[in-house]
T-cell receptor, first 113, second 116 residues
Framework: SQQGEEDPQALSIQEGENATMNCSYK?????LQWYRQNSGRGLVHLIL???NEREKHSGRLRVTLDTSKKSSSLLITASRAADTASYFC?????????????WGLGTSLAVNP | GAGVSQTPSNKVTEKGKYVELRCDPI?????LYWYRQSLGQGPEFLIY????????DSGLPNDRFFAVRPEGSVSTLKIQRTERGDSAVYLC??????????????FGPGTRLTVL
């Protein structure tokens, strides 16, 4: 079952522009992670934000988390053609022995040179 | 160091056949996960191992699917009596510590299974 929903489903921008992707989820979480997937490198972890954090930065990436709205956003600044990929959010649920990640459907980002 | 590897990279089989998919995790990683990804979807959790034992197999779709990790390293996902609906990319991931959700999961390239 899918936990998260990303929007938009697809995004096309020009190189140098910023890209914003959103993720919503359904249950209380411990952490939320963003991954990138492209055909060349498979799924790659980008950034993790804990449930008690509101914002986190890593290079050109900025992630926000709003637990009251059960949503997160990923901002990629000054995009490059190499950022073209699908981006997924993944969450782990609170409680039990649950260590699995529940994934959204992903946002397909195309950065045009 | 070497990442997670999976073999074969592609597997084509006929409906009703048995298949085995192999995952070699990063050396020293105690947690291992199997996911399945269909076209246009996010990964779907199948099973999680902590060491040799399956700590959570709630994602296995039915009893045709099972997985083993006898020595706490390499894992094999086994699918009996394959069906066309089993066609997907099967992803393996490993993580370093307790397998908590806070640990980064490192993914292999996947095995693309096609059931004809």
């Amino acid at each position: 079952s899918q936990q998260g929903e990303e929007d938009p489903q697809a995004l096309s921008i020009q190189e140098g522009e910023n890209a914003t992707m959103n993720c919503s989820y359904k249950t209380s979480i411990n952490n939320l992670q963003w991954y990138r997937q492209n055909s060349g490198r498979g799924l790659v972890h980008l950034i993790l934000i804990r449930s008690n954090e509101r914002e986190k930065h890593s290079g050109r990436l900025r992630v926000t988390l709003d637990t009251s709205k059960k949503s997160s956003s990923l901002l990629i600044t000054a995009s490059r053609a190499a950022d073209t990929a699908s981006y997924f959010c993944a969450t782990d649920a609170v409680g039990g022995n649950n260590r699995k990640l529940i994934w959204g459907l992903g946002t397909s980002l195309a950065v045009n040179p | 160091g070497a990442g997670v590897s999976q073999t074969p990279s592609n597997k084509v089989t006929e409906k009703g056949k048995y298949v085995e998919l192999r995952c070699d995790p990063i050396s020293g990683h105690t947690a291992l996960y199997w996911y399945r990804q269909s076209l246009g979807q996010g990964p779907e959790f199948l099973i999680y191992f902590q060491g040799t034992g399956a700590a959570d197999d709630s994602g296995l779709p039915n009893d045709r699917f099972f997985a083993v990790r006898p020595e706490g390293s390499v894992s094999t996902l086994k699918i009996q009596r394959t069906e066309r609906g089993d066609s997907a990319v099967y992803l393996c991931a490993s993580s370093a510590r307790s397998g908590s959700g806070a640990d980064t999961q490192y993914f292999g390239p996947g095995t693309r299974l096609t059931v004809l």
